[in-house]
């Protein structure tokens, strides 16, 4: 084991580059897609890092609950022995604990309670609330949800529609519809929790949360056949909204910086390829944070089989 079980914790320092450069020169689709995997997989790599330190640092503590072959002298020379990182590690792993579990209890008590504020209403693909508050967000289908729209509902509220034209009302119409079809809340989901395991990937967050609202501003300008249009109405639903929805639920003015929204939608439609050149600066460092996340879970996994092999040659399970 050695150092390599250390190095799934500082790894997804090589994923910041592309955290920066994916939104910018990637198309945001796949900015979305490879940023949201990367940090999923940095953050259960960091996560294992975590238990597998409190195994090899509290193995050697009186009264642990692990078998007492664990704590034979061949043993504790076989395997790194460092009480302090152990005890360390096991703070470290409760709070990622108590903090994505609290993540997870609130993402779905808030989807809950918007679904409940739509009982009574029609039954329709967009719920128009009576309501003063200028809002606008996708709602994903719940267990509940008839078949026939399992994605989920576009939420709006009447004082949201007073501020747009006909035209700027589809746009937004198009674009929380393209949050719901492209699943986006999971990968914010994704994104959160992996930050929550490890506060190194809060850049990647924030870089899924933007992508994914380019890539519903880009779907909606397909869907209004003007780019213009959809950049008007992110702006004004900008400077009319009283607030933000929450961070569970993906709104039309937010997250993201709104001027950076705009901006790109004013300009040249991005480009649509996949992975990019290797010799420019995106290209670079997309394939630093592959090679960061690919030597992360390489040290993971040999960390777990030796610390498997030496502790079941001590003590057979």
């Known amino acids: 084991m050695g150092i390599f ?16 450069l994916a939104e910018a020169h990637l198309h945001p689709r796949s900015a979305t897609r490879l940023l949201s995997i990367l940090g999923a997989a940095l953050a259960l790599c960091s996560t294992l890092c975590l238990m597998l330190l409190v195994v090899v640092g509290t193995a050697q503590l009186p009264g642990n609950p692990l078998p007492d072959g664990w704590s034979d002298p061949e043993v504790r020379a076989a395997v790194p022995y460092d009480e302090v990182a152990g005890k360390a590690a096991i703070g470290a792993l409760a709070v990622v604990g108590v903090s994505c579990g609290g993540l997870l209890r609130r993402h779905f008590h808030v989807r809950q309670e918007a679904h409940r504020a739509l009982a009574g209403l029609p ?20 267990p509940r949800t008839r078949a026939r729209d399992t994605a989920g509902r576009v939420v709006v509220s009447k004082a949201m529609l ?9 746009a937004l119409i198009a674009h929380e519809r393209a949050h719901l079809v492209a699943r986006h809340h999971r990968h914010l989901l ?3 929790l992996a930050a929550r395991a490890n506060p190194l990937l809060l850049p990647l967050r924030d870089a899924v949360a933007y992508s994914a609202e380019r890539w519903a501003d880009e779907d909606a300008a397909l869907a209004v056949g003007d780019r213009r249009v959809v950049a008007r109405a992110v702006g004004k639903a900008a400077l009319v909204s009283i607030g933000e929805p929450p961070a569970t639920l993906l709104g039309f003015a937010a997250p993201g910086p709104v001027p950076r929204r705009v901006a790109a939608l004013l300009g040249p439609v ?35 089989i030796a610390l498997f092999i030496v502790l079941t040659a001590a003590t057979p399970l």
Not at 5 to 20: D, E, G, K, Q, S
């Open 270 to 304: 991005p480009p649509e390829r996949g992975w990019p050149p290797a010799f420019t600066a995106v290209g670079l460092a997309v394939w630093t944070a592959a090679a960061g996340t690919a030597a992360s879970a390489l040290s993971s996994v040999n960390a777990a």
């Open 190 to 192: 994704a994104a959160q």
């Open 123 to 142: 039954d329709s693909p967009v719920a128009v609330l009576p309501d003063t508050r200028v809002y606008a967000y996708a709602l994903p289908g719940g």
């Open 162 to 170: 007073a501020c747009l034209d006909t035209r700027e009302r589809r």
């Open 5 to 20: 079980v250390f190095l799934p914790l500082v790894l997804p320092l090589t994923a910041l580059p592309v955290a920066h």
